[in-house]
C-alpha cells in the first residue's frame, strides 16, 4: 500500500464548490475498494465502495472513479459543505474475494471554507 | 441498529504490561476486522476473523493477537506493550453475504503506553 507519514495532502474548497480527492493503489489484484471520511475524534465512516467491475458508481452528492489501467481512484463531493471538512482515506481490498484485508491510503485533509 | 462498539473508549497502560480490547460488531455482521491507526504510519490491519477463524492477518509482531467468539464479538490481544503500540485500535465489521461487503467502523479505542 502507500507509505504513510505525518503530512497529509490537503484541499481547500469554496462551500459549494466540488471536490475531487484522488488516491493512488498499489495491488493490481485489488477487487474491491472504499472511501471513508473520518472526523476528529472518531472511527472512520463508509462513503462509498466500488468493485473492479465498475469505473463508476454513484451516491448521494458523491462520485467514484476507478481508473484500474493506472490504478487510480477518485471522489468528487458535488456542493461541498462546511459539514464535509475531514480527512477522507482510499482503501483497497488486497485480499480479494469474500474476506478482507484493506490497505489505507495516506489520506486527504479537506477543508471547506464558508 | 446499533453501529459497532468498541470498549474502552481509552485506555492508559504501562510498558510491559498487556491489554485486551473489545469490539461488538453491527448485529448479523459476521467479519470483524482491526485496524491500529497513528499519525506515522496511518490505517494499518492487524487481522481479519470471520466464523471465529482468522482469515487474514497483516504484518504485525506476534505480541498482537486476538480471537472471535460465536456470536462475532471480538477481542485484541497486546502483550509486552512497548511504547510504540500507542495508538488508536479500529474495529470494523462487514455483513460479507453476496454484494453486501461494506466495512462498518466503530469509535476506536485510544490507548496510551506509557
Known amino acids: 500500500g502507500e507509505s504513510v507519514g505525518l503530512h497529509l495532502p490537503t484541499l481547500s474548497v469554496q462551500e459549494g464548490d466540488n471536490s475531487i480527492i484522488n488516491c493512488a493503489y498499489s495491488?493490481?489484484?485489488?477487487?474491491?475498494f472504499i472511501w471513508y471520511k473520518q472526523e476528529s475524534g472518531k472511527g472512520p465512516q463508509f462513503i462509498i465502495d466500488i468493485r473492479s467491475n465498475m469505473d463508476k458508481r454513484q451516491g448521494q452528492r458523491v462520485t467514484v472513479l476507478l481508473n484500474k489501467t493506472v490504478k487510480h481512484l477518485s471522489l468528487q463531493i458535488a456542493a461541498t459543505q462546511p459539514g464535509d471538512s475531514a480527512v477522507y482515506f482510499c482503501?483497497?481490498?488486497?485480499?480479494?474475494?469474500?474476506?478482507?484485508?484493506?490497505?489505507f491510503g495516506k489520506g486527504t485533509l479537506l477543508t471547506v471554507n464558508p | 441498529k446499533a453501529g459497532v462498539t468498541q470498549t474502552p473508549r481509552y485506555l492508559i497502560k504501562t510498558r510491559g504490561q498487556q491489554v485486551t480490547l473489545s469490539c461488538s460488531p453491527i448485529?448479523?455482521?459476521?467479519?470483524v476486522s482491526w485496524y491500529q491507526q497513528t499519525p506515522g504510519q496511518g490505517l494499518q490491519f492487524l487481522f481479519e476473523?470471520?466464523?471465529?477463524?482468522?482469515?487474514n492477518k497483516g504484518n504485525f509482531p506476534g505480541r498482537f493477537s486476538g480471537r472471535q467468539f460465536s456470536n462475532s464479538r471480538s477481542e485484541m490481544n497486546v502483550s509486552t506493550l512497548e511504547l510504540g503500540d500507542s495508538a488508536l485500535y479500529l474495529c470494523a465489521s462487514s455483513l460479507m453475504t453476496g454484494l453486501r461487503t461494506e466495512a462498518f467502523f466503530g469509535q476506536g479505542t485510544r490507548l496510551t503506553v506509557v
Open positions: 448485529s448479523g455482521h459476521r467479519s
Open positions: 495491488n493490481s489484484a485489488s477487487d474491491y
Open positions: 476473523y470471520f466464523s471465529e477463524t482468522q482469515r
Open positions: 482503501a483497497e481490498n488486497e485480499a480479494g474475494g469474500s474476506n478482507y484485508k484493506l490497505t
